[in-house]
């Protein structure tokens, strides 16, 4: 595996691989790698020749009170597991790198409706810097596949209107959250659990499950959303949100809506987690 460190070296070595017609995937990341975003470098081995993983943990899409200084930056581990998943190319670029005048001169890349609810209405500006970051690490990169994990469901699909509004010709693939035998999903924030709180985690795959099959069953929305956030708090979270919406928009499900996508979070002691389930009716 090879590590590039400035754009420079990124662009130069990446053209080589295409003069050679090579398929170029792209994993973007923020490091502290576990088996989901591994699957995620192993999948993009089926979509292209060379696979191309990014570690950058991004300033833009954390707000003031978030845990951008006490994120988990294993640099060396997460090479160690990228060779062993057979990375090809590892770009590590630095703040400097990515903003070199700074946040506050930069421009940004705002996805509108996908972007406004759930997660980014609970964390204002975040997918803004999603946007941006993503925008800027495609603009660099060229990549004929870029992969995402589901778990974060609205992201993938603000990423891919992005794509679609900016008519990038990159074809954005969600790969199925990647989970512990519990069904708890993996994720970097898990990290922060206790042992007893990643038992008690395990609640919010469970009422997830139990809210698509009451639905099913011919529940109501608004009966299920609300049993669900007790559900949580029964479970010791502080739910954020639990939404029943159209699977492609978003948007609150009409009768006739067949996809449906369940998105929740839910604070379990300081750590946030998301989780979602989509299924069909």
Not at 10 to 15: D, Q
Not at 22 to 38: S, W, Y
Not at 81 to 90: G, N, T, V
Not at 96 to 125: E, F, K
Request: hydrophobic share 40%.
């Amino acid at each position: 595996m090879q590590t590039l460190t400035t754009i420079q070296a990124l662009r130069e070595t990446l053209a080589q691989q295409r003069t050679a017609g090579q398929r170029i995937a792209l994993v973007p990341t923020m490091g502290n790698l576990h088996a989901g975003h591994i699957h995620l470098v192993e999948q993009a081995r089926h979509y292209a020749d060379a696979v191309v993983c990014t570690i950058f943990v991004n300033p833009m899409q954390f707000g003031p009170n978030e845990d951008l200084d006490a994120y988990p930056r294993t640099l060396e581990l997460d090479q160690e597991k990228l060779r062993a998943a057979q990375c090809d190319f590892l770009f590590l670029p630095s703040v400097a790198q990515m903003y070199p005048l700074g946040l506050a001169q930069h421009t940004v890349v705002s996805v509108p409706g996908l972007s406004s609810g759930y997660c980014g209405a609970s964390r204002p500006g975040h997918f803004e810097g999603v946007a941006t970051v993503v925008s800027k690490l495609f603009n660099m990169v060229q990549p004929h596949s870029a992969l995402f994990g589901l778990k974060d469901y609205q992201q993938f699909k603000v990423i891919q209107k992005m794509v679609a509004d900016l008519c990038q010709p990159i074809d954005v693939i969600g790969v199925p959250t990647q989970r512990e035998p519990s069904g708890l999903a993996l994720s970097s924030r898990n990290g922060y659990l206790s042992t007893e709180q990643k038992a008690k985690a395990v609640a919010l795959i469970q009422t997830l499950q139990w809210a698509s099959e009451a639905l099913l069953q011919g529940a109501s929305i608004d009966e299920v959303e609300a049993q669900a956030k007790q559900r949580l708090v029964v479970a010791e979270f502080k739910p954020d949100y639990f939404s029943v919406c159209d699977a492609d928009s978003l948007e609150a499900p009409s009768p006739q809506t067949k996809a449906l996508v369940i998105l929740a979070a839910a604070w379990m002691g300081k750590t946030r987690l998301i989780d979602n389930l989509r299924f069909d009716r």
